[in-house]
């Protein structure tokens, strides 16, 4: 006669089957392979800047917050963290250039792959998007022209600095920075990532180069289409041939015009990139959803990223404004691979099992994004209870 223990456990494994069955036929809880990464789920922590990084090193606060939000088999990607001392803007931000700053990384990364989680830093520099209180010995932002960003004092979330007209990087420097980027992602490697995102968006240094609204060179990195991407696919090369194409990914905003960068015809210039990083191998190509124009808020839009995924040859992740039922759809319709959630994730440190069960969300508090705390809206929300 079979023991109530046994019909017990017998009925927990047919609960527990259950509940895989139900979510493997939910799209974004169906598995992926990212070349050597094998991923049990699609949603992935988009980077967030947090502002919780004093003195620009990662803290012991953010191992809980990172670990908080990883999933066996779920990819997350770090925060945007400086390549340089020329490479920051905001407050409070990490880097990933000094031998400090690696070994502050190290105890993060540790937590993350102890769950079983794969974790990309995303490397980052913000150009022009800066003013001289940021930079070394006072000087002007760097960027691809000299032109400055147009007067943003505030926005709803938080007050920025007033931006300082930036200095144009003559020809014979842009290699330098190619050179911060591939031992920024060196570095990055030696603190433990999985590899690296190169920062290709929202109108910081390579979206300078990019657009053709910011960029006015006339030189080989200006002018023609081919020009004004050659610096963002030699930091692409120049980082494949330091760490290994099946480490690196890029971050791109075509449709974007976040900090003044704009372009005349973006969808273009998405299409070009995205036809160009075959040539490279890279792992994946990451692009913001052209709704997600100029604010936090979607806007209508007649353009689509589904020429650029069906371009792209590898890993093609989405972003911008996705909620639970169209990231299915976006998945369910081939038009992604990966869906990365940033304000949702950021609000709800489960949020891949809240999908599994359909649960309610947690709300985000806007007001806290970059309070540099480190605990308030930082790793305050609280996990979905469940009970038998």
């Known amino acids: 006669m079979e023991s109530k223990t046994n019909k017990l456990h017998l009925q927990d494994e047919d609960d527990q089957e259950t509940k895989r069955t139900a979510a493997s036929t939910i799209p974004l ?186 960029n006015d060179r006339t030189d080989k990195y200006g002018g023609s289409l081919e020009n004004r991407c050659r610096f963002a696919l030699e930091v692409v090369e120049a980082v494949v041939d330091e760490i290994g194409a099946d480490r690196v990914g890029i971050r791109l905003s075509p449709f974007a015009e976040y900090n003044d960068a704009k372009d005349s015809n973006p969808e273009a210039l998405g299409l070009y990139m995205a036809k160009a990083l075959n040539k490279y191998g890279i792992l994946y190509c990451h692009m913001v959803e052209p709704r997600m124009k100029d604010s936090m808020e979607a806007r209508e839009t007649h353009y689509s990223l589904v020429p650029m995924r069906n371009a792209f040859k590898a890993t093609f992740i989405v972003a911008g404004a996705y909620n639970r039922q169209d990231g299915n759809e976006a998945v369910a319709e081939n038009h992604a691979d990966l869906v990365a959630y940033g304000r949702l994730f950021l609000a709800n440190p489960d949020l891949p099992k809240r999908f599994e069960l359909n649960a309610p969300l947690n709300k985000y508090n806007r007001n806290t994004f970059y309070t540099p705390h480190p605990v308030i809206g930082y790793t305050d929300y609280p996990f979905f209870e469940t009970t038998r």
């Open 29 to 214: 809880l169906t598995p992926h392979k990212m070349g050597k990464f094998i991923l049990s789920h699609r949603v992935v922590l988009a980077p967030l800047t947090r502002e919780r990084s004093f003195d620009n090193l990662p803290q012991p606060h953010a191992i809980l917050y990172y670990s908080q939000r990883t999933s066996k088999g779920g990819l997350l990607i770090a925060e945007a963290t400086g390549i340089s001392d020329t490479s920051l803007g905001f407050p409070h931000v990490p880097g990933i250039w000094t031998k400090e700053q690696v070994e502050a990384w190290k105890p993060i990364v540790d937590a993350v792959h102890a769950k079983g989680g794969v974790f990309f830093c995303q490397i980052w520099h913000m150009g022009r998007s800066s003013n001289t209180d940021f930079q070394p010995n006072g000087q002007a932002p760097i960027s691809s022209t000299d032109k400055p960003i147009s007067p943003l004092l505030q926005t709803d979330v938080i007050e920025l600095p007033k931006f300082t007209p930036p200095r144009r990087l003559r020809t014979d420097e842009i290699p330098l920075i190619v050179n911060d980027f591939r031992l920024a992602a060196r570095n990055a490697i030696e603190a433990g990532f999985d590899g690296v995102e190169i920062h290709g968006a929202h109108g910081y240094l390579i979206d300078q180069f990019l657009k053709d609204q910011v």
